[in-house]
């Protein structure tokens, strides 16, 4: 049996994570919007962390604005 290489192991391994991330969301969705916030504000920290280290401030400064945005509307409803 030849040795796996680097990058079927990086995708099993992203797949594993993406499918426990999937799995987090649908047992948060179950039990309501408040406990589905976290996960989906840890969803989208793990996706602005795998970007390339130089696109990484631009997604965070763009989420930060979506946030905030969200935020500025809840306080004036």
């Known amino acids: 049996m030849a040795p796996r290489t680097r990058r079927p192991r990086q995708a099993e391994r992203q797949a594993r994570s993406a499918q426990h991330l999937g799995e987090r969301r649908r047992a948060a969705e179950a039990e309501g919007p408040l ?7 840890d969803q989208l920290r793990a996706a602005i962390a795998k970007l390339h280290e130089s696109r990484r401030p631009g997604a965070a ?17």
Not at 35 to 41: E, G, I, Q, S, W
């Open 35 to 41: 406990t589905t916030l976290p996960v989906a504000v």
């Open 61 to 77: 400064e763009q989420a930060i604005r979506a946030l905030d945005d969200v935020r500025q509307t809840i306080a004036e409803s």
